[in-house]
């Protein structure tokens, strides 16, 4: 498996994380799961292999283009055949720039992005299987979505509104607190939870646990803590909060997943 990962051009480093390469020249099967990231993804299957997600315990075979909602929860994934994908990764709360649906109703599914955003991401997925290098597929891939943003102007304030918001409940956050938070950026408790659920999928404690769900596997991953030293760094009031969480997420307990960390979700720790 080859995974890199490309920085977004001046203009769009503000709205896309990373874009991502995922290369797989293997026939091998395998079964895996993704985890929560807090962050939505638009992907682009180059080559012939297939992957599947799982619904209720029966998985699906994933389209052409593919449009990732928040993952809250452990979804298991499957694959065979050989792989070549492009991917966008968005930030929390940026998705919303590009999508006219609210974001919460594409939650814990993968979607035919053609199904959502129409004719263009046909004729984009077309161009993209014809260019020659990654560079290339950039270019396209930013063409498409600066006329997007240009087209969704009118979301853009109370988006980059929630974007700070986020920013401030990522720095401070508590449950009682969020009152402060709200009265900070000049909105009601209600309005706030509505604006952050309606532009990210989540409200603002689950996107809080997410991230410090996320910095735990980061830090999980270097094996140069213990697992009290992580719980405590990562805001946990204990050790048994941080068991109970990371077990939500991940269907497994901390030290478990340190033993048998799985190929998709190492290419995928922050």
């Not at 498996?1 to 977004?8: A, E, G, K, N």
């Not at 946990?236 to 030290?255: A, E, L, M």
């Not at 478990?256 to 922050?270: A, D, E, G, R, W």
Request: glycine residues 4%; charged residues 20%; positive net charge.
């Amino acid at each position: 498996m080859d995974f890199q990962q490309f920085i977004p051009s001046n203009t769009l480093k503000p709205y896309i994380r990373h874009y991502y390469l995922f290369e797989s020249a293997s026939d091998m099967e395998f079964e895996d799961t993704v985890l929560p990231s807090g962050d939505m993804e638009m992907i682009f299957n180059l080559g012939d292999g297939i992957w599947e997600f799982s619904v209720n315990n029966v998985f699906h075979r994933t389209p052409p283009t593919e449009l990732w909602g928040q993952i809250t929860k452990p979804l298991s994934i499957r694959s065979r055949g050989k792989h070549t994908m492009v991917g966008i990764k968005f930030f929390t709360h940026s998705a919303a720039y590009f999508l006219n649906d609210e974001i919460r109703i594409f939650n814990d599914h993968v979607y035919d992005l053609y199904e959502v955003m129409g004719h263009p991401i046909r004729t984009l997925h077309g161009q993209l299987l014809e260019a020659a290098d990654m560079a290339t597929r950039i270019r396209l891939i930013e063409s498409f979505l600066i006329k997007k943003l240009i087209y969704n102007q009118q979301k853009i304030y109370k988006i980059d509104r929630v974007g700070k918001i986020l920013e401030t409940i990522k720095d401070n956050y508590t449950e009682n607190n969020l009152r402060l938070v709200a009265s900070k950026h000049h909105v009601t408790p209600r309005y706030l939870h509505k604006l952050i659920n309606q532009y990210t999928g989540l409200t603002p404690k689950s996107y809080n646990k997410i991230k410090r769900f996320q910095r735990s596997l980061m830090l999980i991953s270097r094996k140069e803590e213990t697992l009290t030293s992580i719980a405590y760094n990562c805001g946990y009031f204990d050790q048994s909060h941080f068991i109970r969480d990371f077990k939500w997420f991940t269907g497994s307990t901390p030290s478990s997943y340190m033993n048998n960390i799985t190929p998709v979700n190492q290419l995928l720790l922050p």
